[in-house]
């Protein structure tokens, strides 16, 4: 299963995006799904999750009430509104999804399925 993520772009700190997420073969609703970035030069971290079922929520400390991780399981779609955003914002990111379970996982290791990435540029 490939996830496809797209959304990306350039963008002035302060503004927004939103970012999707879909997953052809997958069925989004009963799974565990993450967003997560790299930088250059820097290793993949953890931005935000969502579980199944009930749609709990968890974010990094860096995105905490700048960042909205939600699911529309009618159109299988995960998306992540980024709002107020930084130039530290900057990188590729990736989507994730993990085998049905009702767990948030914030550890990239323990996700199965990944999208290609897709690239924010935040500028100042």
């Known amino acids: 299963v490939q996830l496809q993520a797209f959304g990306g772009g350039l963008v002035q700190a302060g503004g927004y995006l939103r970012l999707s997420c879909a997953a052809p073969?997958?069925?989004?609703?009963?799974?565990?799904v993450g967003w997560f970035r790299q930088a250059p030069g820097k290793e993949r971290e953890f931005v935000a999750a969502i579980a199944w079922p009930g749609g709990r929520q968890y974010y990094a400390d860096s995105v905490k009430g700048r960042f909205t991780i939600s699911r529309d399981n009618a159109k299988n779609m995960v998306y992540l509104q980024m709002n107020s955003l930084k130039p530290e914002d900057t990188a590729v990111y990736y989507c994730a999804a993990g085998r049905p379970s009702p767990w948030i996982i914030t550890t990239s290791s323990e996700y199965d399925y990944w999208g290609q990435g897709t690239l924010v540029t935040v500028s100042s």
């Open positions: 073969g997958l069925t989004f609703s009963s799974c565990p």
